[in-house]
């Protein structure tokens, strides 16, 4: 297995960084892996007291990883509920983490990439950053990563961006909430992410771990296992139905699928 992050701690944040930039820091099932684990590390560690989940290249996440692609569009709906299953668990590790998470945006976010940022409980982003959940365009659903992009983003947002897949400029995720802060470039990017950090470290770490599950309890349904299990079996679903096979191949052949050629 390669290795597609790098993580460091230090002065008590821990920093996990997306580094296959050749790829857009796109993922497949070993990255997927790969980040459960060092959420699930790192939120262990009585050292750390903030975690943040960075990028290096043009793009944050671009979603999907086209070789992962061609092989998900062959599986079952079995093996589709297996891989889905997997992801799930990764956002989970991520939204789940003890310690606060901060995701610092420093390029485009595509699809899944937007569940790793809304499952973060705040996000930094440059003002040249592209957002888009493209899925319904591949005949696919955000279903997986929908429990925190809702959260993230609200009902009413999410109605437009899941259902037209539109683009959407940095400017429009602040407006509704996906993102906090706005940033200008890539120093004053990493200069609110350790401001923020260093407010999370300043306060009582106990405190800090009981408000953040405190929002999670109060705001909405809890992520629980029946919610989960709903979004694995939906993507499983869309995955394995005729437009959603047709979808991905049309995509991956840099063609026009069946319902836009007729």
């Given at each position: ?19 296959r ?32 989940l ?96 809702i ?11 899941f ?39 300043s ?18 349904r ?41």
């Amino acid at each position: 297995m390669s290795q597609a992050l790098n993580v460091s701690v230090q002065d008590r944040i821990a920093r996990i960084t997306l580094s296959r930039p050749e790829v857009r820091n796109a993922f497949n099932d070993e990255v997927i892996q790969q980040l459960k684990a060092a959420f699930e590390t790192v939120g262990a560690r009585d050292d750390v007291r903030a975690v943040v989940l960075a990028a290096v290249g043009p793009a944050f996440c671009a979603g999907a990883d086209l070789n992962w692609m061609r092989r998900m569009a062959d599986y079952t709906r079995d093996e589709n509920i297996a891989d889905a299953g997997q992801l799930a668990a990764m956002l989970q590790a991520i939204y789940a983490c003890p310690k606060p998470t901060i995701a610092a945006v420093q390029g485009d976010v595509f699809a899944g990439g937007m569940g790793l940022v809304a499952a973060c409980d705040m996000a930094v982003s440059v003002d040249s950053a592209t957002y888009c959940l493209s899925e319904v365009k591949l005949g696919l659903i955000p279903a997986t990563i929908s429990p925190y992009v809702i959260r993230a983003m609200g009902a009413r947002a999410a109605h437009r961006y899941f259902l037209t897949a539109e683009r959407f400029s940095a400017q429009e995720a602040h407006r509704i909430g996906f993102v906090h802060e706005l940033v200008d470039s890539a120093e004053a990017l990493s200069t609110k992410t350790d401001e923020l950090a260093q407010a999370l470290c300043s306060a009582s770490p106990a405190a800090v771990r009981a408000c953040k599950k405190l929002v999670q309890d109060v705001a909405e349904r809890s992520i629980d296992e029946a919610l989960i299990a709903a979004t694995v079996d939906g993507i499983a679903d869309i995955r394995a139905s005729n437009e959603g096979r047709e979808g991905v191949q049309s995509f991956l052949q840099k063609r026009k699928p069946g319902w836009l050629a007729s």
